[in-house]
């Protein structure tokens, strides 16, 4: 009977997920050589080809795609079981960023799990625009920073997943007929507010801003009281608001694509205790 090797399993995937043996040898902490290596020896145990080797890029092959979930579960099961019976040594501390947008769905979701598994382990979370957490001045006072991008590239580092931007609103009220358009939205340098001014400006629609807040809570708070509708990543969505419908008329609201979420960190230079939650954030969004 011949054993995975759980290197070579991690490397796979990791690779498939980013589409770059150099992106995935950068987030494992490896070289490019040894990732590579790990990926050979793992297609020699398996017998078969798990990747369609182009000159710029790499594909899944068909037994690539059958492997991967498998592979992914396999980790999945692996790293639990080291966790069962690492909680109690693990121990540091922990300072992570998050977007202000993800602060009310994250929070009780992951952190307050991760903090409950691991009480040795002193984390702090600070919730700001994305764009002030991955700026030169600030990046760098973060062990990890859940980081939220405009383009969308499956070679991104760190990548965890797309998320899909939708209109909402209160279930009570409807606003989105209205000239011009309400709007409740976070302040210049947010994301969201950023693709739906622009998504707006370029059917020729007309809008104004009713309501500024920083924070999903108080956007949530001026919807539910019918002040204006606003943007939000489909997974954030809090079960008191609806979820509108976009159109390609003039007066309907335009489709805004979606948004990449990716966690970066320097993974050559990570804790144990970093790792850890980087495993807990990624498992809760994919």
Same mark, same amino acid.
């Given at each position: 009977?011949?054993?995975? +090797? &759980?290197?070579?399993l991690?490397?796979?995937?990791?690779? *498939?997920?980013?589409g770059?043996? #150099?992106?995935?040898?950068?987030?494992?902490?490896r070289?490019?050589? *040894? !990732?590579?290596?790990q990926?050979?020896?793992?297609?020699?145990?398996?017998? #078969?080809?798990?990747f369609?080797?182009? /000159?710029r890029s790499?594909?899944l092959?068909s037994?690539?795609?059958?492997?991967?979930?498998q592979?992914r579960?396999?980790?999945?099961?692996? =790293?639990?079981l080291?966790a =069962?019976?690492?909680?109690?040594?693990?121990?540091?501390? &922990?300072?992570l960023g998050? +977007?202000s947008?993800?602060?009310? #769905?994250l929070?009780? /979701?992951?952190?307050?799990?991760?903090a409950?598994?691991? +009480? %040795?382990?002193?984390?702090?979370?600070?919730?700001?625009?994305?764009?002030?957490?991955?700026?030169?001045?600030?990046?760098?006072?973060?062990?990890?920073?859940?980081?939220?991008?405009?383009?969308?590239?499956? /070679?991104?580092?760190g990548?965890?997943?797309?998320?899909?931007?939708?209109?909402?609103?209160?279930a009570?009220?409807?606003?989105?007929k209205?000239t011009?358009l309400p709007?409740?939205?976070a302040? =210049?340098?947010c994301?969201?507010r950023k693709? #739906?001014?622009?998504?707006?400006? /370029?059917?020729?629609?007309?809008w104004?801003?009713?309501h500024? %807040? +920083?924070?999903?809570?108080?956007?949530?708070?001026a919807?539910?009281e019918?002040?204006? &509708?606003?943007?939000?990543a489909?997974? !954030?969505?809090?079960a008191?608001?609806?979820?509108?419908?976009?159109?390609?008329?003039?007066?309907?609201?335009?489709?805004l694509?979606?948004?990449?979420?990716?966690?970066?960190?320097?993974k050559?230079? *990570?804790?144990?205790?970093?790792?850890?939650? *980087?495993?807990?954030?990624r498992?809760s969004l994919?």
């Amino acid at each position: 009977m011949r054993n995975l +090797p &759980i290197d070579a399993l991690r490397a796979f995937v990791v690779t *498939a997920e980013l589409g770059s043996v #150099t992106a995935a040898a950068e987030q494992l902490g490896r070289s490019q050589p *040894a !990732t590579s290596l790990q990926i050979k020896k793992l297609e020699d145990v398996l017998g #078969t080809e798990l990747f369609l080797r182009m /000159k710029r890029s790499l594909r899944l092959s068909s037994d690539g795609r059958s492997a991967f979930d498998q592979a992914r579960e396999i980790l999945s099961l692996n =790293d639990k079981l080291v966790a =069962d019976f690492s909680r109690a040594e693990l121990a540091g501390q &922990i300072r992570l960023g998050i +977007p202000s947008e993800f602060a009310t #769905t994250l929070l009780p /979701k992951i952190i307050g799990r991760f903090a409950s598994a691991y +009480p %040795n382990v002193a984390l702090e979370v600070v919730s700001d625009l994305c764009s002030k957490l991955l700026s030169p001045e600030h990046r760098s006072q973060y062990d990890l920073v859940l980081a939220l991008h405009d383009e969308q590239s499956s /070679k991104r580092r760190g990548l965890i997943r797309s998320d899909e931007l939708v209109w909402v609103g209160s279930a009570e009220h409807e606003l989105q007929k209205q000239t011009p358009l309400p709007l409740v939205l976070a302040q =210049d340098g947010c994301l969201y507010r950023k693709r #739906t001014l622009h998504g707006l400006n /370029k059917i020729g629609r007309a809008w104004r801003i009713v309501h500024t %807040n +920083p924070d999903l809570s108080g956007i949530e708070a001026a919807l539910q009281e019918g002040l204006g &509708i606003t943007v939000l990543a489909r997974s !954030t969505v809090p079960a008191s608001l609806k979820i509108l419908a976009s159109g390609s008329a003039k007066d309907s609201l335009p489709a805004l694509g979606a948004i990449d979420i990716s966690l970066q960190y320097k993974k050559s230079g *990570a804790s144990q205790a970093t790792e850890r939650l *980087a495993e807990f954030i990624r498992a809760s969004l994919v």
